[in-house]
């Protein structure tokens, strides 16, 4: 797959960041007791096609100074992520619950409240002044496993590293998540035992500062055909980026399962004998994370079948990332 050219989201965001350094936003220096620098970091970055997404803030770990600012980024066009900062020991609310709600550009955080973006994309920016000196843990509250830390250091202290060290992450990381060397032939023989199956997949990788991951959005393959009476089987191995198998109008709650039942080993199950019938799996994702010393989190529902039961084309989307182009075909033949 060819990821990058010259108008690719992250030669675009590049681009962008020239302009912003020629017009005299980014001064970041290494030299202590230089007052209120401005730094830039990016949130996420794409694939032209959009299909892959590197859900990461890129890098996602940088040092400041007290009092600098970070202007993040927003790289994808259609694909929402959040800058968030939460305060120690809160709990974890959802993307469009905020923090409560959202906090406005240019908001402090030192640790006693909440900042929040709410969701943002195609290159907006949004911007963080870090008063207090403190190591401050930077989430996305739309993907779970998107996190990153800000060292904010005394004013005294000496910075390890310029804006053009983390440009060169940005570009680096990015290139890597997105670049990543499994092919969907690879990993759908990774269940050879399996026919008429449809795979979801996705890596999770680490750096020092925090998680990053590579989702691909698309049903692989993305057209099979079947014979009147087979089952196909939709399986998301990705380890965090939930999915739908929709066909049909989307439920009001693309979250819910619509017309399914639970088969013994705990997949959804349907039959379908209509191109206009409405199915949905609901949410298809790997089980959470267990942590020392919580309740241990229940199975995750990662799998559909489907068996179909009359002749036709059959078109189905995931209601969470149609914009983005995952979209499938089932061909059902006599």
């Known amino acids: 797959m060819q990821v990058w050219c010259r108008k690719s989201p992250l030669r675009r965001a590049l681009a962008a960041l020239s302009s912003w350094i020629f017009a005299g936003l980014v001064v ?26 590197a859900n990461a803030f890129l890098p996602n770990e940088i040092w400041v100074h007290e009092g600098d600012r970070i202007a993040f980024i927003f790289v994808p066009v259609n694909e929402i992520h959040t800058v968030s900062f939460l305060t120690s020991g809160q709990v974890r609310p959802s993307a469009f619950a905020g923090c409560p709600g959202t906090t406005p550009s240019d908001s402090s955080f030192d640790g006693s409240s909440c900042v929040n973006s709410g969701p943002m994309m195609n290159r907006a920016k949004y911007t963080v002044k870090f008063p207090a000196a403190g190591n401050f843990k930077l989430v996305c509250l739309v993907h779970p496993n998107m996190n990153g830390t800000v060292h904010v250091l005394p004013a005294s202290a000496k910075l390890p590293y310029e804006q053009s060290f983390y440009t060169q992450e940005f570009m680096d990381q990015a290139k890597d998540l997105l670049h990543d060397a499994d092919r969907p032939l690879e990993e759908q023989m990774d269940f050879p035992r399996k026919e008429n199956a449809v795979i979801v997949y ?133």
Not at 30 to 53: F, G, I, K, Y
């Open 202 to 334: 996705g890596e999770m990788v680490a750096t020092a500062g925090g998680r990053q991951y590579l989702a691909i959005v698309r049903f692989l393959p993305w057209e099979i055909h079947v014979h009147v009476g087979e089952t196909v089987e939709w399986m998301n191995t990705d380890p965090t980026e939930p999915h739908t198998v929709t066909f049909g109008t989307p439920p009001a709650n693309i979250g819910a399962p619509e017309n399914v039942t639970t088969a013994a080993d705990a997949a959804f199950e349907a039959t379908i004998s209509s191109t206009t019938a409405n199915v949905s799996s609901g949410i298809l994702q790997a089980p959470l994370e267990d942590r020392t010393g919580l309740a241990q989190s229940p199975l995750g529902r990662t799998r559909i079948r489907i068996t179909f039961t009359e002749p036709g084309t059959y078109k189905y989307i995931c209601g969470l990332h149609s914009g983005l182009g995952m979209k499938g075909t089932v061909v059902v033949e006599p």
């Open 28 to 53: 970041a220096s290494a030299h202590p007791l230089q007052a209120e620098q401005n730094w830039v970091l990016w949130v996420a970055s794409e694939s032209n096609d959009e299909a892959r997404q």
